[in-house]
DNA sequence: ATACTATTAGTAATGAGTCTTATTACTGAT
DNA sequence: ATCAGTAATAAGACTCATTACTAATAGTAT
């Protein structure tokens, strides 16, 4: 039950920082390959490691698809919408109804802590 | 535009029985394996293929994790229930939300052609 | 039966994500 | 400020789901 300690380090604020400074939705090789330009020797298993940190503290969000996991900076929860053809990634303007987790629970026996949509379609582009 | 043939083989005959004889939800490894007991000469690549095609028409349904898909033989949409801690997948006992398709399809500009939900808790043996 | 070609078996390749290990660098205490 | 303890790192090997490749096989229309 006790927290261990968790140290600042310079990689994962630079991990953080380079989340945070995006307003579209990068997976971890994205953010990766961004950090790599300024700080060469940042190694992949940091950033992977800390994104998944940084998720677990609710300081980042992250986005879970069936190809891979992209990151938001948002902190709320809410939906997204990819594109069938392109794959294009956006937030999605219904708000997140949490009185789904609530009725599940009761019906379930789960104790459900979230969940997440994602919707499927063709954006203006590629229809 | 036009349909490219598709032929009935065994091997495609043989995937789809097996996802639809399971009430659960097995990955296509599952499948696979399972079908190598009684046809040891069926090769991977097919079994992906076939889940992938037999999916695309609809006869099987395909649900996006982000670890690996798993195939439901259920045809109608609807919700899934996953254990964070075991990794349990369960049907969700909630009605899918034709209504938000739509709803999204007028603000959005895309196309919605359907959504996935995944819910996250703890399963009674797990919480 | 024949021709056409989708499909297959077998295997190599890809790619996201994890793990390992020796080294580095936070942090709290002296 | 130095020190000791140990969390975190860099580099690269590794895992595992899925896809790609290719020569051989087998549906299907004629």
């Known amino acids: 039950m006790k927290d261990k300690l968790q140290r600042n380090t310079k990689q994962r604020e630079l991990v953080l920082n380079?989340?945070?400074a995006r307003r579209d939705h990068p997976s971890a090789d994205d953010i990766y390959l961004e950090l790599l330009e300024k700080s060469p020797d940042i190694s992949k298993g940091t950033v992977y490691r800390n994104l998944r940190l940084l998720s677990e503290k609710g300081q980042v969000r992250q986005i879970e698809l069936?190809?891979?996991a992209r990151f938001d900076w948002r902190e709320e929860p809410h939906y997204h919408l990819r594109c069938s053809k392109c794959g294009t990634l956006s937030d999605a303007a219904i708000d997140y109804d949490a009185a789904l987790?609530?009725?599940?629970?009761?019906?379930?026996?789960?104790l459900i802590t979230h969940h997440h949509t994602v919707f499927e379609g063709l954006c203006p582009h590629c229809r």
């Open 18 to 20: 380079a989340v945070q």
């Open 66 to 68: 069936s190809d891979k």
């Open 101 to 110: 987790d609530r009725l599940l629970s009761e019906s379930s026996g789960y």
